[in-house]
């Protein structure tokens, strides 16, 4: 959960990463590189729209999915065009159900953007030397690897209330269960799980794991395909290697494949390239090689080039990170505990942290964010108690002379240190999660308590205290 114009003390008090339900980064590509991306994600999603159901409401979608990916390609020519009018064609035949020439449109469509992708790689082999530097394209002369049908039906969707993502099936010695992130799953009450047939699976009871964000998911076994975990992957899997990330990205309902490559393997964490989007939380990482699931798709941080020396390393061609997102995964192979979830508590203990680190943001952005109605600087308007004292404040100063105006404003001031202390006693009992929570809710306590050290300061501070007011529009 990304916090609003945190302040620097707050930095200091809370280890934050962008979770990959929240993810919106895009890969740092120059336009060919991007459009090559961009129609080899059409071809994907030509490809698994040609073995859906015919006429399916899930084929039509990925027919879609590809069209927009073909006009958003960076590409020019008469094949473009040529491939996006098939794939029209290919939709008005899906729903009309005309099979013989929905192949034919189809054939064509991907002959048409096959076409395109060659000619894209082209033209970027021969930009000229002066040309600024751009991360390669990769060598596609052999087609990335997929899942068989068998392992895609493996991979779930995971849908609730407030949030929705991906998990996968797994047969473990206590019985089948679909494994995703503790995340995907909080304060996300009326859970659903279903195949990319459509069938809802039976959700039995859940246990997490007690030091990552994952979560095991008993269900009632069924006729369903699984996935099988990896068990030693420091001495299996190797920087480089082929990995697959399927799952539903941007919230789709619709399961897609990205393939990539491991760039590092840390004791609780694998690094890969692989883009990942909204709704890929909780999928698998799909070792090629072994054939297995090495990690969980988690979690995504955006690379802070402040710093100079980091925006420096950050622009040399030798640096170990291209792109300005970097992507990670849980290890499945060393998980050290897990710790069974009472469905109703857990949901209650995880809509009081959303709510708290709601209102820790709301905050941040009252004390620190610039007054220019800009959305992301009036996200405290979102909290009530904070708009109703900074309301009451202009009640009583507008018309006021100078000491009346002051007087006003050590009266906001004191609301809104209360507001700041509000559900502290309750959070800082750690008894009250599980265990991974606890972890969370103890960066809450650090980010809250930054504040209300802010909060202190200001009172010793005329200054900084009568510019509290935000404009009360």
């Not at 996935?227 to 941007?250: F, H, K, Y």
Request: aromatic share 6%; charged share 25%.
């Amino acid at each position: 959960m990304a916090h609003t114009a945190r302040t620097t003390k707050a930095q200091a008090g809370l280890s934050f990463i962008l979770a990959a339900v929240l993810l919106g980064g895009s890969l740092f590509l120059a336009p060919a590189n991007a459009a090559y991306a961009r129609i080899h994600k059409a071809i994907e999603q030509l490809t698994q729209a040609e073995r859906a159901v015919f006429g399916s409401d899930q084929q039509i979608k990925l027919l879609t999915a590809a069209l927009n990916s073909l006009q958003s390609a960076y590409t020019k020519g008469a094949e473009k065009t040529k491939a996006m009018d098939l794939v029209t064609s290919a939709i008005a035949d899906a729903k009309a159900k005309n099979a013989a020439k929905f192949k034919a449109d189809m054939t064509g469509a991907i002959a048409s953007a096959n076409a395109v992708m060659a000619s894209t790689s082209e033209s970027t082999a021969s930009e000229p030397a002066t040309a600024p530097a751009a991360p390669a394209v990769p060598d596609h002369s052999a087609p990335p690897a997929k899942l068989t049908e068998d392992q895609a039906r493996a991979v779930v969707l995971i849908k609730g209330d407030n949030a929705e993502g991906t998990g996968f099936l797994v047969k473990t010695a206590n019985g089948p269960v679909v494994m995703t992130n503790i995340h995907v799953i909080s304060n996300n009450p009326n859970l659903k799980i279903t195949t990319n047939t459509g069938d809802e699976i039976t959700i039995l009871s859940y246990k997490g794991a007690t030091d990552r964000d994952m979560v095991m998911i008993a269900i009632k076994d069924g006729s369903y395909s699984y996935l099988d975990l990896a068990t030693d992957i420091s001495n299996t899997v190797q920087p480089g290697d082929e990995v697959i990330t399927p799952g539903n990205s941007e919230g789709g309902e619709v399961m897609l494949n990205t393939s990539g490559k491991v760039l590092g393997i840390g004791p609780d964490r694998i690094e890969f390239d692989n883009p990942i989007y909204h709704g890929n939380s909780g999928g698998p990482v799909f070792h090629v090689k072994s054939g297995k699931v090495i990690a969980i798709v988690t979690e995504a941080i955006k690379v802070d080039v402040s710093n100079e020396l980091d925006k420096a390393s950050f622009a040399n061609r030798n640096s170990a990170i291209l792109h300005s997102m970097r992507y990670f995964g849980f290890r499945v192979d060393n998980v050290p505990g897990w710790e069974t979830y009472d469905w109703r508590r857990f949901q209650n203990e995880t809509a009081f942290l959303d709510q708290f680190d709601q209102r820790s943001r709301c905050l941040d952005c009252y004390l620190n964010a610039p007054d220019d109605n800009k959305p992301e600087d009036t996200v405290w308007k979102d909290d009530d108690k904070i708009v109703k004292a900074n309301s009451e404040y202009f009640d009583q100063a507008v018309g006021a002379d100078t000491s009346q105006q002051m007087d006003a404003t050590r009266v906001m001031w004191a609301e809104i240190s209360d507001i700041a202390g509000i559900d502290m006693d309750a959070i800082q009992n750690l008894d009250n999660f599980y265990t991974f929570d606890r972890q969370r809710a103890k960066d809450e306590i650090a980010y809250r308590k930054a504040l209300r050290a802010e909060l202190d300061t200001i009172s010793n501070n005329v200054s900084r205290m009568g510019s509290m007011p935000r404009t009360n529009k």
